[in-house]
Nanobody, 123 residues
C-alpha cells in the first residue's frame, strides 16, 4: 500500500517562499506520476502541479505557473513543491497525490493521497 506524507507547511507573509515535501513509503509508486493539489476553505480541491516519475515532465495550474516548481528525488522517493512569491489566495491545505499513470489535473483520477499540510499566506 502506498503511503504519502507531506511536510513543510506553515504561515508566511505575502511575497515569501515555502517548500513542501512529500515522502513516499511502503510500496512506492516508482512509475506513474506525483502531484500536488490544494483546498482552500469553502472551496473545492484544485490541481496545483504534477510530475511524471520517470521522465520528469511537469505540469502546472495557470495560477501558480512561474511561481511554483515541482521536482522529485527518485532515489529518496521524495517530491517537492517550491513555492515563491506566495499570495493570500495560495492559502489552503496542500495534498500530495500519486497515481499509476500519466499525470492528470483531475483529483478523482489520483488513487493515493497524503493527509495534507496547511499553508497560510497573510497579506
Amino acid at each position: 500500500q502506498v503511503r504519502l506524507e507531506e511536510s513543510g507547511g506553515g504561515s508566511v507573509q505575502a511575497g515569501e517562499s515555502l517548500t513542501l515535501s512529500c515522502a513516499g513509503h511502503r510500496r512506492i509508486v516508482r512509475s506513474g506520476s506525483r502531484g500536488w493539489f490544494r483546498q482552500a476553505p469553502g472551496k473545492e480541491r484544485e490541481f496545483v502541479a504534477s510530475i511524471t516519475w520517470n521522465e520528469g515532465i511537469t505540469n502546472y495550474a495557470d495560477s501558480v505557473k512561474g511561481r511554483f516548481t515541482i521536482s522529485r528525488d527518485n532515489a529518496g522517493n521524495m517530491v517537492y513543491l517550491q513555492m515563491s512569491t506566495l499570495k493570500p489566495e495560495d492559502t489552503g491545505v496542500y495534498y500530495c497525490a500519486a497515481r499509476f499513470g500519466a499525470e492528470s489535473r483531475f483529483g478523482a483520477e489520483w488513487g493515493y493521497w497524503g493527509q495534507g499540510t496547511q499553508v497560510t499566506v497573510s497579506s
